[in-house]
C-alpha cells in the first residue's frame, strides 16, 4: 500500500505465484538488456577475428613459395570478381518495347547523294561518348532535326565494329533512316520527309545519364577482368607443362 507508484506484475515460476513488485522487475530488465549488449559485442568480435582469420589466410597464399598456389589463388578471386560484375550488369538491361508500325522511307540516289554531302559538311554533331547510346542522346537528335533534316552522330571512344551497333541502335529509337557511316566513327541520320516531332523526345526503353555511367563503369570493369582471368589461365598452362617437363 506505500508503493501506489510502482507497478505490480503477477508472474508463475516452477507452478508457484509471485508478485513482482516495479523495482525488482526493473532489475531483472536491466540485466537482460545487460547480457543482450554482452552477446551483441561478443558476436561482433566474432565477425572481427572471422575477417582477420580470412586475411591471414589470403596473405599466406600470396606469399606461398610455390606459384601454382599463387596463381590458383589470383584466379579464384578473379573469377569471383567476374560473376559479381556480371549479377550488377543484369540490373541496367532494358526491356525493349514493341516496335510500333514504321515505314522507312525510299530515297533515290540523287536524295541520298544530297543529303550525303548536307551532313557530311554540316559542322554541328550529336556526340556518342563512353555511356554508349541512352536517352539524352536520341533528344539532342530530335532538338536537331528541329531545324536540320540530317544530323551526324560523332562516336568516340569507339571500339572495332560497334559503330554499326549504334547507328542500328538510333535508327530504331529515333525513327530515322541511316544515310552512311564513315570510316571515322561518324553517321549520318535523315530524319524521314514526313518526320513529326514526338511529344516524349527520350525513350522509355533508355537508361538515363548517370545509369549509364555506371553501367559503362562495370563493363570495363568486366573486360579488364576477363583479360586478367585469361592472362592467369596462360601463366598457370605453362608453369604445369614446365613442371611436366622437369619431372619427366
Known amino acids: 500500500r506505500f508503493q501506489d507508484k510502482s507497478s505490480v506484475e503477477l508472474r508463475m515460476h516452477e507452478g508457484v505465484i509471485k508478485f513482482d513488485v516495479g523495482d525488482e522487475h526493473d532489475e531483472t530488465m536491466a540485466r537482460k538488456k545487460k547480457l543482450d549488449k554482452k552477446k551483441a559485442v561478443m558476436s561482433k568480435k566474432k565477425k572481427l577475428n572471422e575477417l582477420r582469420w580470412y586475411r591471414l589466410k589470403a596473405k599466406k597464399k600470396m606469399k606461398s613459395p610455390n606459384p601454382e598456389v599463387r596463381i590458383r589463388y589470383k584466379l579464384g578471386k578473379a573469377k569471383r570478381k567476374e560473376a559479381w560484375l556480371i549479377e550488377k550488369l543484369r540490373k541496367y538491361e532494358v526491356r525493349k518495347t514493341a516496335p510500333e508500325a514504321h515505314d522507312p522511307e525510299i530515297l533515290t540516289e540523287e536524295e541520298m547523294f544530297y543529303l550525303k554531302r548536307t551532313g557530311e559538311k554540316k559542322k554541328h554533331y550529336v556526340p556518342v561518348g563512353r555511356r554508349g547510346v ?36 538510333l535508327a530504331r529509337l529515333s525513327r530515322g533512316t541511316i544515310i552512311d557511316i564513315k570510316p571515322n566513327n561518324t553517321v549520318i541520320i535523315y530524319r524521314g520527309k514526313n518526320y513529326v516531332r514526338p511529344d516524349v523526345m527520350s ?46
Open 134 to 169: 541512352f536517352g539524352g542522346v536520341v533528344l539532342n537528335m530530335h532538338l536537331h532535326w528541329k531545324r536540320h533534316e540530317t544530323v551526324k552522330v560523332v562516336c568516340k571512344p569507339c571500339k572495332l565494329g560497334q559503330i554499326h551497333e549504334f547507328a542500328d541502335e
Open 203 to 248: 525513350p522509355p526503353d533508355t537508361l538515363s545519364k548517370a545509369k549509364a555511367l555506371e553501367k559503362f563503369k562495370y563493363e570495363q570493369s568486366l573486360d579488364h577482368t576477363s583479360q586478367f582471368i585469361e592472362k592467369l589461365e596462360n601463366e598457370l598452362h605453362e608453369y604445369l607443362n614446365h613442371v611436366a617437363r622437369f619431372r619427366k
